[in-house]
């Protein structure tokens, strides 16, 4: 499944190993899923560790690659203006250009959308409980 992660929860893996946003990523890693990601979204991330976290600039440098390599690289064509936040609409339109099935978010805003062209925004939990392998079992 393609997805997009919510800057917050790239912020969580990074800042709280062992957590569920750190599970998530592992899931990219481990090839269950594939993570989509665009320059605006690892410029959100770098800018709150900046302003929240105090970090060098050669962690931030290792942070962006790592984001870089872990997903594929999306540029996306069109901007969007569903939400009054700016950063969401980035997310947006990340998913939108890279045709992701899913946006996890802990955003109540973005959340309270549901789905926006075919794309499920869902919770992490949701994230993390959905089925595995694409087929349910029958009893």
Same mark, same amino acid.
């Given at each position: 499944?393609?997805?997009?992660?919510?800057?917050?929860?790239?912020?969580?893996?990074?800042?709280?190993?062992?957590?569920?946003? =750190?599970?998530?990523?592992?899931?990219?890693?481990?090839?269950?899923?594939?993570?989509?990601?665009?320059?605006?979204?690892?410029?959100?991330?770098?800018?709150?560790?900046?302003?929240?976290?105090?970090?060098?600039?050669?962690?931030?440098?290792?942070?962006?690659?790592?984001?870089? =390599?872990?997903?594929?690289?999306? #540029?996306?064509?069109?901007?969007?203006?569903?939400?009054?936040? #700016?950063?969401?609409?980035?997310?947006? =339109?990340?998913?939108? #250009?890279?045709?992701?099935?899913?946006?996890?978010?802990?955003?109540?805003?973005?959340?309270?959308?549901?789905?926006?062209?075919?794309?499920?925004?869902?919770?992490?939990?949701?994230?993390?409980?959905?089925?595995?392998?694409?087929?349910?079992?029958?009893?």
């Amino acid at each position: 499944m393609k997805v997009v992660f919510d800057s917050n929860i790239l912020i969580a893996a990074l800042l709280f190993p062992g957590g569920r946003a =750190e599970a998530a990523v592992a899931n990219i890693l481990d090839g269950v899923d594939d993570l989509l990601i665009s320059r605006p979204i690892i410029q959100e991330v770098l800018s709150v560790l900046a302003t929240k976290f105090s970090r060098d600039k050669e962690e931030f440098s290792r942070v962006a690659v790592v984001l870089g =390599e872990m997903g594929e690289l999306v #540029e996306p064509s069109r901007r969007l203006s569903v939400f009054r936040d #700016e950063p969401d609409n980035r997310i947006l =339109e990340c998913a939108v #250009e890279g045709e992701a099935e899913a946006i996890v978010t802990g955003d109540k805003t973005m959340l309270a959308v549901g789905e926006y062209e075919g794309i499920r925004l869902i919770t992490l939990a949701d994230y993390l409980g959905k089925p595995r392998g694409g087929k349910k079992r029958r009893p």
